[in-house]
């Protein structure tokens, strides 16, 4: 059980109980893991490359139901998932990316609202190649919120864009974040992007949580953070 500020017992978003994952005979990827997520926590996930943080996410997506493995996942039931490219579908115009899918009455109105909160409003009837890079993500993020998940999963969202861009990226999905108050999990390379947007960071290694570390920023600098995790990561020369 998670508490919450006021030390009272809350029900985690998201709880994951001894999670096995492997693809071949070499061993598990994930090696029984566990985790849980409070609601509207902002969870950062980094580890070195292939050490299984887009496996864990793809798992809490339900997108790897032919892998083999085992563990319990408890997931809300309503999941978005963000990618580090945009997936929209070429042949449909913004507006429509953005509420394919949805139903009910006043969603196109809905979409547009969320298009205005992503800073879109008026790119409602562009085609997805007539926007850049970081315009195409912010469409990506309208289409998830659109459909006020309880749980959103990013998986290096912000991975192919450039430094400026990101830098404004961040603020979007704080601000978002802020309005939305979804759980969310955030797989990244970078330790700044994590300790810039998460509540809390956790360093996965060996197929479990080698770390977990609140971002208290009462208590700790971001730059001793950022020195800590790098550590953790095994950089060498860029630790304390
Ligand atoms: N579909 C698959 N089939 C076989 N092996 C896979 C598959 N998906 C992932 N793997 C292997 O599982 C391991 C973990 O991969 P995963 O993509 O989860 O790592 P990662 O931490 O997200 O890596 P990166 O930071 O480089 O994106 C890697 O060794 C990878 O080769």
Not at 35 to 61: M, N, P, W, Y
Not at 81 to 88: A, E, N, T
Not at 89 to 114: C, I, M, Y
Request: overall charge neutral; proline content about 4%.
């Amino acid at each position: 059980m998670a508490t919450d500020t006021r030390g009272l017992t809350t029900t985690p978003a998201v709880r994951v109980r001894n999670l096995h994952r492997s693809f071949n005979d070499n061993g598990g990827v994930l090696n029984g893991l566990d985790l849980d997520i409070a609601a509207g926590e902002f969870v950062a996930l980094i580890g070195r490359s292939g050490t299984g943080k887009s496996t864990l996410l793809r798992a809490l997506a339900g997108l790897d139901r032919d892998v083999a493995g085992r563990g319990r996942i408890t997931v809300p039931p309503s999941v978005s998932v963000v990618f580090q490219d945009s997936r929209l579908l070429p042949w449909k115009r913004v507006l429509d990316n953005v509420t394919f899918g949805l139903r009910g009455h006043g969603s196109g109105e809905r979409g547009r609202q969320a298009l205005a909160e992503v800073g879109l409003a008026g790119r409602e009837r562009a085609w997805p190649f007539e926007l850049s890079g970081g315009e195409q993500q912010r469409v990506s993020l309208a289409r998830s919120l659109v459909r006020e998940p309880q749980l959103l999963l990013a998986d290096e969202p912000f991975g192919a864009l450039d430094a400026l861009t990101r830098i404004r990226m961040h603020a979007l999905l704080r601000q978002l974040c802020a309005a939305h108050r979804p759980a969310v999990l955030l797989v990244t390379h970078d330790v700044d992007e994590a300790v810039v947007l998460a509540d809390r960071v956790i360093v996965l290694d060996g197929g479990v949580v080698r770390a977990d570390v609140p971002v208290d920023l009462g208590t700790r600098s971001r730059d001793d953070l950022r020195a800590y995790l790098l550590d953790e990561l095994g950089v060498e020369g860029e630790g304390r």
